[in-house]
């Protein structure tokens, strides 16, 4: 079956280290997303992509950063720059602008 | 500017008591309203997307319907395993994606 696998399920980040989560689609979906989701705020756009090898920030996007080599793969890292990371990350697809997305089952990230 | 609400915050019902969840949203020129289901710890599950007001979907317990101003999330004599968040979303004439911040349902047996 088709679908998002966000890797790790859980990750643990020391002050000042950058972290990496992965997201890979099997969709065949042209656009995929990042986003943010904390205790009583919707989600939070952070970055997303409509095509290889272009991004676009979203409303968040300071301390992240993404890359978009191949149309499978979208990985998010979360730099040293981002003092709050503690959140969970959600990575999204879609078939285009106007449909809803396929969710991955999500990253916690914790910071120790 | 866009917006979406979703009210209640949480509902709690017994096993049989139908109710509706809310979204209510203003936007410039509205392309699609999505509504997801999210249990604790995962990621959101789509359910429905209705493009214009009149518009129904169905799904086993669960309605969504569509005006000019808000959706609703029927839910029919539902189930334990009906407990979740419940999210709203839509997209804007410009193609911003906006989430409302959840319902949380729980429903008791």
């Known amino acids: 079956d088709g679908g998002i696998t966000q890797s790790p399920k859980y990750l643990f980040r020391k002050e000042g280290q950058n972290v990496t989560l992965s997201c890979e689609q099997n969709?065949?979906?042209?656009?995929m997303y990042w986003y943010r989701q904390d205790p009583g705020q919707g989600l939070r756009l952070i970055y997303y992509?409509?095509?290889?090898?272009?991004?676009q920030k979203g409303d968040i996007a300071e301390g992240y950063s993404v890359s978009r080599e191949k149309k499978e793969s979208f990985p998010l890292t979360v730099t040293s720059a981002q003092k709050n990371p503690t959140a969970f990350y959600l990575c999204a697809s879609n078939k285009g602008p106007e449909n809803g997305y396929t969710f991955g089952s999500g990253t916690r990230l914790t910071v120790v | 500017e866009d917006q979406v609400t979703q009210s209640p915050e949480a509902l709690r019902l017994q096993e049989g008591e139908s109710s509706s969840l809310n979204c209510s949203y203003t936007v410039s020129g509205l392309r699609g309203l999505f509504w997801y289901r999210q249990d604790p710890g995962k990621g959101p599950e789509f359910l429905f997307t209705l493009y214009s007001a009149g518009e129904e979907k169905e799904k086993e317990r669960l309605k969504a319907t569509l005006t000019k101003k808000e959706s609703f999330l029927h839910i029919t004599a539902p189930k334990p395993e009906d407990s979740a968040t419940y999210l709203c979303?839509?997209?804007?004439?410009?193609?911003?994606?906006?989430f409302g911040t959840g319902t949380r349902l729980k429903v008791l047996a």
């Open positions: 979303a839509l997209i804007s004439g410009t193609y911003k994606y906006i």
């Open positions: 992509s409509q095509i290889v090898n272009d991004f």
């Open positions: 969709l065949n979906h042209d656009a």
